[in-house]
Structures are given as C-alpha cells and as structure tokens.
C-alpha cells in the first residue's frame, strides 16, 4: 500500500499539470542529417538537444516530407504539401518559378488550409514566429503576420546568409524589413542567435502583459542549411576532428547507433553512394579542406544547441518549463547540394561569410545521414528520416526506451490540437478545409502504440513512398508529371532492412502492387496529380535555389 501511495503521488503532478493547456515550442533545423546529433550518435556537442530528448520521448522512425518548403507547408497546417500549393517548391522573390498553374503546384502557400498559428490564436493562444518562413514571398498576403502569428522576426523568403543577410534574403520585423541589422549580443550579427534572442522576447513581452494566455512558438532555424557560416572559436572546437574522413565517419556513428539502440543489431550500414570517392584517395591538402568543411557544418549545429539551451534556461527563469511542450525536427535528410566535395571559399573567413552557397557536398551529407542511402529531395529514408522528440515535462514522463511507431508530419498538428484543445476548422475564412489525416501523438506519451489507419505517403520532386507496417515501397523519379512509373517502385521490409540494400520488388509483387494501387488513390486525393496545366506543357526545370 505505501509503493502505491508514493507511485500514486509522484504521477499526481504530472496528471494536474497535464490538464492545464500547454504553451508549445515546435523547433525545425535545416538541412540537417540523421546522425548528427549526439543522441541520435553523433559526435557533434549538443548536451541541451540531448537532455531534452532522454527527458521526453524519442521517435525512432519519424518522417518529414523529404525537402524544406514541402516540409514546412505540413508541419504549419497538418496537410499533405501539395493540398496546401507547396507541392514542390515555393515561388523565389520576385519570380514565379515553381507555380505550373494548377491547386498542388502555386508556389505558396494557399487559403485552402489553416495553419495551426490561426486554429490557436482562434482557441486563445498567443502566437509567435522566429527563423525561415519559406511559404510565400511575393505578396505580403502570404507572409507570417497575415498567417495567424502575432508576432513574427526572421526571413520571409527562405535561406540567407548568416552573418550578413541582404534583401531580397533579409531580416523582417512584423511587416517590415530590419535596416540596419543589430547584432542581440556581444558578438557580431548572427541568424541564429537572433532568431532565438527574438523568439525569448517575445516570450518575456508576453510573461510581462500577463501571460494569461498559454503561447505557441515556432522557431525555424536556418542552420546547418548553406551557405556554411559559424564564429571561429565555434569552428576551432571540431578542426581536426574529421579527418578521420567520411568512411571512418559513417562506421563510428553507426557503432554508436546501434550502443543507443536507435538502429537494430542485425540492420546493416548501407554502401556509401557510388561515386563518393575513398578518403585515402585525397591528397593532404584536400583532406584539410574538407576537414574545414565538415568542422564548419558542426559549428553550426553546435551554435543551434547553445542558442536552445539558451531558450530552455529563459523558460526555467520564467517558472514556464515544466507546462511547455518542445517538439524538435529537420525539415529533411543532409544536403547533397553543391557537387561531391562541395564548392565555395572556406579559407578565406571574411569572403566565406559573403558567399551565398558554400556547401559540405554530397560525401559528407552521405555521413551526416548516417546509416541510409539518399539525401534531400529523395523519399528513401536518407531523405526524410529525421531526428524527432516531444518534451513536456508536466505531461510526458521520461521514456527510457525509444518509441518505434513509425510517424510523420500530418500527425505533429493534430498533436498540438490535442493537448492545446483546440478546434480544427471545416471551413476558414469561407473557404472549405481538407481534413487531417495525421494521428495525434498522445500516446506516444506512455509509450503506447499509434491507431494508424492509413499508410505513411510522401511525394516530392518525382520521388514517392508509401509504409504501411514493416513493408515500404520507394522510387526515384517514380511519379513525373506525365503518370506514375510503376516499374521504378522499389519494396523493402523496413524491420528487417531499415537502410534500404535488399529490394523485393520481384519476389512480392503482390505487396508491391497493393501498396502502390494505395499510393495512387492517396496521390489523386492529396493532389499530387495533375503536375502541370494543360497549357503549360512540361514543367519548369527544377532549381536548387532557396
């Protein structure tokens, strides 16, 4: 009887505080790989990450949707991407690449959808917005302040330098452009620190006009998304360290992996990406050069880490941590952009920081998403597989072990209306809203299985998948505009082989064609098809910029 009592009385605070409504944090990285961070086995110093993450409940096989603006478009309104008109990409300043002029390919972000900032402001919360919007540009109709946040700091456009951003690329406050920038420390002007520094701001405005409302942050981190930029002393703490190179790399990270528990003994650690050449191979020069590289992109993970742990300590001043939901994920698996090796000026400090797309390339991404085949752009777990947690203290015991339901996007939204109590609209703004697929992710909490009722479908750039259970069909260039290649499906068995190495397309036909007969009704629903106006004959070439 008195092991009861104890037990009973230390979930009773837990019970109380989970029936206040939450404030909710949902904080997105960028362009950063699976195995990064130091929980997920990296060797990359991210203690707060980390102490988060053992303090919460963390997601084995979490899914985002393959590329930032796709990704973005899901997480802000619990749509499927091209349901929202961010099919592929939105439109770049001043331009209207990316809109083929049909509903699931504009470019930005339609009046078709609420974003979860407008359901809560409409339940009563506070809604606040720092960091990379990327839904819509060109008309200011489309920007943050006029999508349900109250207050907004950060890029509107999309990617940007770190320590100079210029417009079109800028920083805005509210409605208007930052001139001149301002540094919110004592070191120079730097993205991340100031999307953070305006994030805790705007949390004390709120504490100090009463905070009677709970409040809703999203904070959208540019880094570790080229151009790769970091403060030195930041960049001093890793040089050296990789010159180990990108094979060792892999292997290390892998090993750990496995220690954590995060991967399965018996999976097995994909082949590197042919073409990726031996590290051996480089003369000394260019193994320092990629050294450089590498030490930068962790610098910039690590800047991340700091400025959360800064957050954190700000919510421990303000007696708000305990009642404070944290949601952590990447827009997309590591960047391959910018050619094997990578390409701009590294030692060079002063032309580094200027430069617009300085990248780590394709050998190290290969690292950085760690033990999959693929990057950014694909749907093959390389590409969408993301480091995912939910931290609430009040409401989330610590999870010793990692939770293995396979999850995705659509279901971050119905989550935060779940525990904000919260109504998601039929109709908004006289327009007629899709419903949500996604689960809420309550149970996760206790470490219960999600009730999942449909497949995990993504689509982005051609690329396509469907889970269901243990059993995945993938493709590269599987669903171009003219109609879906069926013979470009690839079948896994996910359980039995996460990274992807054994396809069974021709030894199960019959799954493969059960599950892609499902992907095409989902595709028709969701709005994957049509690709193109009629008009408009082929669709425009693709761009790597943001």
Same mark, same amino acid.
């Given at each position: 009887?008195?092991?009861?009592? &104890?037990?009973?009385?230390? !979930?009773?605070?837990?019970?109380?505080?989970?029936?206040?409504?939450?404030?909710?944090? $949902? *904080?997105?990285?960028?362009?950063?790989?699976?195995?990064?961070?130091?929980?997920? /086995?990296?060797? *990359?110093?991210?203690?707060?990450?980390?102490?988060?993450?053992?303090?919460?409940?963390?997601?084995?096989?979490?899914?985002?949707?393959?590329?930032? %603006?796709?990704?973005?478009?899901?997480?802000?309104?619990?749509?499927?991407?091209?349901?929202?008109?961010?099919?592929?990409?939105?439109?770049?300043?001043?331009?209207?690449?990316?809109?083929?002029?049909?509903?699931?390919?504009?470019?930005?972000?339609?009046?078709? %959808?609420?974003? *979860?900032?407008?359901?809560?402001?409409?339940?009563?919360?506070?809604?606040?917005?720092?960091?990379?919007?990327?839904?819509?540009?060109?008309?200011?109709?489309?920007?943050?302040?006029?999508?349900?946040?109250?207050?907004?700091?950060?890029? $509107?456009?999309?990617?940007?330098?770190?320590?100079?951003?210029?417009?079109?690329?800028?920083?805005?406050?509210?409605?208007?452009? !930052?001139?001149?920038?301002?540094?919110?420390?004592?070191?120079?002007?730097?993205?991340?620190?100031?999307?953070?520094?305006?994030?805790?701001?705007? *949390?004390?405005?709120?504490?100090?006009?009463?905070?009677?409302?709970?409040?809703?942050?999203?904070?959208?981190?540019?880094?570790?998304?080229?151009?790769?930029?970091?403060?030195?002393?930041?960049?001093?703490?890793?040089?050296? @360290?990789?010159?180990?190179?990108?094979? @060792?790399?892999?292997?290390?990270?892998?090993?750990?992996?496995?220690?954590?528990?995060?991967?399965?003994?018996?999976?097995?650690?994909?082949?590197?990406?042919?073409?990726?050449?031996?590290?051996?191979?480089?003369?000394?020069?260019?193994?320092?050069?990629?050294?450089?590289?590498?030490? $930068?992109?962790?610098?910039?993970?690590?800047?991340?880490?700091?400025?959360?742990?800064?957050? !954190?300590?700000?919510?421990?001043?303000?007696?708000?941590?305990?009642?404070?939901?944290?949601?952590?994920?990447?827009?997309?698996?590591? %960047?391959?952009?910018?050619?094997?090796?990578?390409?701009?000026?590294?030692?060079?400090?002063?032309?580094?920081?200027?430069?617009?797309?300085?990248?780590?390339?394709?050998?190290?991404?290969?690292?950085?998403?760690?033990?999959?085949?693929?990057?950014?752009?694909?749907?093959?777990?390389?590409?969408?597989?993301?480091?995912?947690?939910?931290?609430?203290?009040?409401?989330?015991?610590?999870?010793?072990?990692?939770?293995?339901?396979?999850?995705?996007?659509?279901?971050?939204?119905?989550?935060?209306?779940?525990?904000?109590?919260?109504?998601?609209?039929?109709?908004?703004?006289?327009?007629?809203?899709?419903?949500?697929?996604? $689960?809420?992710?309550?149970?996760?909490?206790?470490?219960?299985?999600?009730?999942?009722?449909?497949?995990?479908?993504?689509?982005?750039?051609?690329?396509?998948?469907?889970?269901? /259970?243990?059993?995945?069909?993938?493709? @590269?260039?599987?669903?171009?505009?003219?109609?879906?290649?069926?013979?470009?499906?690839?079948?896994?068995? &996910?359980?039995?082989?996460?990274?992807?190495?054994?396809?069974?397309?021709?030894?199960?036909?019959?799954?493969?064609?059960?599950?892609?007969?499902?992907?095409?009704?989902?595709?028709?629903?969701?709005?994957?098809?049509?690709?193109?106006?009629?008009?408009?004959?082929?669709?425009?070439?693709?761009?790597?910029?943001?």
């Amino acid at each position: 009887m008195k092991a009861f009592l &104890i037990s009973f009385l230390l !979930v009773l605070p837990i019970c109380l505080h989970a029936a206040e409504r939450p404030n909710v944090i $949902v *904080i997105m990285v960028d362009d950063m790989g699976f195995s990064d961070l130091g929980y997920h /086995g990296g060797e *990359i110093d991210t203690p707060y990450l980390d102490a988060l993450a053992h303090g919460g409940v963390r997601f084995s096989q979490f899914h985002n949707s393959g590329r930032c %603006c796709p990704t973005r478009a899901t997480l802000i309104t619990g749509l499927h991407p091209h349901q929202t008109g961010v099919g592929h990409m939105t439109n770049p300043p001043n331009h209207p690449a990316h809109d083929n002029g049909v509903a699931g390919y504009r470019g930005f972000l339609n009046r078709q %959808c609420v974003t *979860i900032a407008e359901a809560l402001k409409d339940s009563g919360y506070a809604t606040f917005m720092t960091g990379k919007w990327h839904l819509g540009y060109n008309d200011r109709s489309r920007w943050p302040m006029q999508r349900g946040f109250d207050k907004f700091y950060g890029c $509107v456009s999309g990617a940007t330098r770190f320590f100079h951003p210029v417009a079109p690329r800028d920083m805005v406050f509210g409605n208007d452009p !930052v001139m001149p920038l301002e540094s919110t420390t004592d070191e120079a002007f730097y993205t991340t620190d100031a999307f953070t520094d305006f994030a805790i701001q705007f *949390i004390d405005e709120h504490q100090k006009e009463g905070g009677e409302r709970p409040f809703f942050l999203y904070l959208a981190y540019t880094a570790p998304h080229w151009p790769l930029q970091a403060f030195e002393d930041d960049i001093a703490k890793y040089r050296g @360290k990789y010159t180990i190179g990108w094979d @060792k790399l892999r292997e290390q990270r892998f090993q750990r992996q496995k220690e954590l528990g995060l991967i399965a003994p018996h999976i097995k650690l994909s082949p590197k990406t042919a073409n990726i050449p031996d590290w051996d191979s480089l003369d000394a020069k260019k193994q320092d050069e990629m050294d450089l590289k590498m030490a $930068v992109y962790a610098a910039m993970v690590d800047r991340v880490d700091q400025n959360i742990g800064k957050l !954190v300590n700000s919510l421990k001043d303000l007696a708000l941590s305990e009642n404070t939901m944290i949601l952590f994920l990447s827009d997309n698996g590591g %960047c391959q952009e910018g050619g094997m090796l990578g390409q701009g000026e590294f030692y060079d400090v002063e032309k580094r920081n200027l430069q617009l797309g300085n990248s780590y390339g394709e050998a190290w991404a290969n690292a950085s998403n760690t033990p999959f085949r693929f990057y950014k752009h694909h749907t093959h777990e390389g590409g969408t597989s993301t480091p995912f947690f939910i931290h609430w203290p009040a409401g989330i015991q610590a999870q010793h072990d990692w939770f293995e339901s396979p999850a995705q996007l659509i279901d971050v939204v119905p989550t935060i209306l779940d525990v904000a109590g919260a109504d998601y609209p039929q109709s908004y703004h006289g327009n007629a809203i899709p419903e949500l697929e996604g $689960v809420s992710l309550r149970p996760a909490f206790q470490g219960e299985a999600l009730q999942r009722q449909q497949p995990i479908f993504i689509e982005h750039e051609n690329n396509a998948s469907a889970r269901e /259970g243990d059993w995945k069909i993938v493709g @590269k260039s599987v669903s171009p505009p003219s109609g879906v290649q069926y013979q470009r499906w690839e079948l896994y068995n &996910i359980a039995q082989d996460r990274t992807e190495t054994n396809n069974l397309a021709t030894k199960y036909p019959e799954k493969l064609k059960t599950l892609s007969a499902k992907w095409d009704s989902w595709a028709k629903r969701a709005m994957v098809y049509p690709k193109t106006h009629p008009s408009k004959g082929k669709a425009p070439k693709k761009t790597l910029k943001h």
